[in-house]
């Protein structure tokens, strides 16, 4: 069975900065790319961020590019995500996920993804 577990939410003001963690174990598990979605009160869960190990790419969404950056380990099954310049409008439930299955195209939507966290809050105060 595989297991996802993120941390490192909390509350920030305006401005401000956090790092994200994530590790996915299990006994035979191996991804193709890990992500970030967040989901706010009222919203439908969106993109943030994924790492693409094949290619050791990483892409963003808009709302997010310039301020946030994933990084991550592949033989560790871990990824990270340092917030900067935390905006109120980027309050939510971030949701690392992870993929075992390989795309030609991109891994923004979130039916690509095999396993999920539980989620870990994100409030940023103004």
């Known amino acids: 069975q595989v297991q996802v577990v993120e941390s490192g939410g909390g509350l920030v003001q305006a401005g401000g900065s956090l790092r994200l963690s994530c590790a996915a174990s299990?006994?035979?598990?191996?991804?193709?790319?890990m992500g970030w979605f967040r989901q706010a009160p009222g919203k439908e869960r969106e993109f943030v961020a994924t790492?693409?190990?094949?290619?050791?790419?990483?892409t963003y969404a808009d709302s997010v590019k310039g301020r946030f950056t994933i990084s991550g380990d592949k033989s560790q099954n871990t990824v990270y995500l340092q917030m900067n310049s935390l905006q109120p409008e980027d309050t939510a439930v971030y949701y690392c996920?992870?993929?075992?299955?390989?795309?030609?195209?991109?891994?923004?939507?979130?039916?690509?993804?095999?396993?999920w966290g539980q989620g870990t809050q994100v409030t940023v105060s103004s």
């Open positions: 996920a992870a993929s075992t299955r390989s795309y030609y195209g991109n891994y923004y939507d979130a039916n690509k993804y095999d396993y």
């Open positions: 299990g006994r035979t598990f191996s991804s193709t790319a």
């Open positions: 790492r693409r190990w094949s290619s050791s790419t990483s």
